[in-house]
């Protein structure tokens, strides 16, 4: 194979492939109508001229045959009228109109079945039109179908691609670092301008734990649990007491009366209630000794 017919067969299947790619369906079908279309004009005004010529080649016999009809009668004047010879040319022109008739009926009768079968060529000609706009249009939905289903498919193709996934993994991880960064700036800051240690003040005056001390009282209470921490208050305050009163034994100007009044504040104390306990708590030892002492005289 020469140079010159490769290059022409390559140039030829790349036109073709060209072709290929560019035709659109839908145009194309569109298209294919309008040429059918086209065709059934023209073919219509075939059909139209050929029943013209049907309709005149009928009415050029009935001429015909009318002309011979009346060399006919004009020949029966003349042999009335005596004259054979005039009547013997009428009947000669009398035939030759019928030969005409005769010539032009078979043509008629041609021209006729032509023309059915042109009307029956037309007819089928407009119902594969017909049909084929409607293939057109399952065709087109079809076309619209596979073209959904393909970008459903190229859709799906991208997703299951990771690297979409990957790019928000990403971001997330650097969104994330960006917030952890923020927040040790935010307390480095506070830490250098005291912010932090004026908002421990803060949260220890507006004490945060009292609404948590208070619910695990109530729980307590409702558990009848809550004597029992106040009622082991009592020994501790009596040790203190007895703490107290050690120095006063210490004392020799008065060890009999101080060993009467821890006696006296012994006795004072279980009869205490937990309320009393409770207050106790928060008096200092010698002002207990001298509520004892007062209360004995």
Same mark, same amino acid.
């Given at each position: 194979?020469?140079?010159?017919?490769?290059?022409?067969?390559?140039?030829?299947?790349?036109?073709?492939?060209?072709?290929?790619?560019?035709?659109?369906p839908?145009?194309?079908?569109?298209?294919?109508?309008?040429?059918?279309?086209?065709?059934?004009?023209?073919?219509?005004?075939?059909?139209?001229?050929?029943?013209?010529? $049907?309709?005149?080649?009928?009415?050029?016999?009935?001429?015909?045959?009318?002309?011979?009809? $009346?060399?006919?009668?004009?020949?029966?004047?003349?042999?009335?009228?005596?004259?054979?010879?005039?009547?013997?040319?009428?009947?000669?022109?009398?035939q030759?109109?019928?030969?005409?008739?005769?010539?032009?009926?078979?043509?008629?009768?041609?021209?006729?079945?032509?023309?059915?079968?042109?009307?029956?060529?037309?007819?089928?000609?407009?119902?594969?039109?017909?049909?084929?706009?409607?293939?057109?249009?399952?065709?087109?939905?079809?076309?619209?179908?596979?073209?959904?289903?393909?970008?459903?498919?190229?859709?799906?193709?991208?997703?299951?691609?990771?690297?979409?996934?990957?790019?928000?993994?990403?971001?997330?991880?650097?969104?994330?670092?960006?917030?952890?960064?923020?927040?040790?700036?935010?307390?480095? #800051?506070?830490?250098?301008?005291?912010?932090?240690? $004026?908002s421990?003040?803060?949260?220890?005056?507006?004490?945060?734990?009292?609404?948590?001390?208070?619910?695990?009282? $109530?729980?307590?209470?409702?558990?009848?649990?809550?004597?029992?921490?106040?009622?082991?208050?009592?020994?501790?305050?009596?040790?203190?007491?007895?703490?107290?009163?050690?120095?006063?034994?210490?004392? #020799?100007?008065?060890?009999?009366s101080?060993?009467?009044?821890?006696?006296?504040?012994?006795?004072?104390?279980?009869?205490?209630?937990?309320?009393?306990?409770?207050?106790?708590?928060?008096?200092d030892?010698?002002?207990?000794e001298?509520?004892?002492?007062?209360?004995?005289?």
């Amino acid at each position: 194979m020469g140079i010159f017919s490769r290059l022409g067969t390559l140039i030829k299947s790349n036109i073709n492939d060209l072709i290929t790619k560019a035709e659109d369906p839908e145009k194309m079908l569109n298209q294919v109508l309008l040429e059918m279309q086209q065709q059934l004009v023209e073919a219509k005004k075939a059909v139209a001229v050929a029943i013209a010529d $049907e309709k005149k080649l009928q009415k050029q016999y009935t001429a015909e045959l009318d002309k011979a009809k $009346e060399w006919e009668r004009k020949a029966m004047v003349a042999v009335r009228a005596g004259d054979d010879g005039l009547a013997r040319q009428a009947l000669v022109r009398k035939q030759e109109h019928e030969n005409i008739s005769t010539q032009f009926q078979q043509q008629w009768v041609q021209q006729k079945t032509a023309v059915e079968k042109l009307k029956d060529a037309l007819r089928l000609l407009n119902n594969k039109i017909e049909e084929a706009k409607r293939k057109k249009n399952i065709l087109i939905a079809r076309k619209k179908r596979a073209e959904a289903q393909q970008q459903i498919a190229n859709t799906m193709q991208g997703l299951g691609d990771t690297s979409a996934f990957d790019t928000f993994d990403r971001m997330s991880e650097r969104i994330a670092l960006m917030e952890a960064e923020a927040e040790a700036g935010a307390e480095l #800051a506070g830490e250098l301008s005291g912010d932090t240690l $004026e908002s421990k003040f803060l949260q220890l005056e507006a004490g945060g734990g009292a609404a948590e001390d208070d619910a695990l009282a $109530e729980l307590k209470a409702k558990m009848g649990m809550l004597s029992a921490p106040k009622s082991a208050s009592a020994p501790q305050l009596a040790a203190g007491a007895d703490a107290g009163a050690k120095p006063a034994k210490a004392d #020799a100007d008065d060890a009999a009366s101080g060993s009467k009044s821890d006696a006296d504040a012994a006795a004072a104390m279980g009869s205490l209630t937990a309320e009393d306990l409770k207050e106790l708590e928060d008096l200092d030892l010698s002002e207990l000794e001298a509520k004892l002492n007062a209360k004995d005289a």
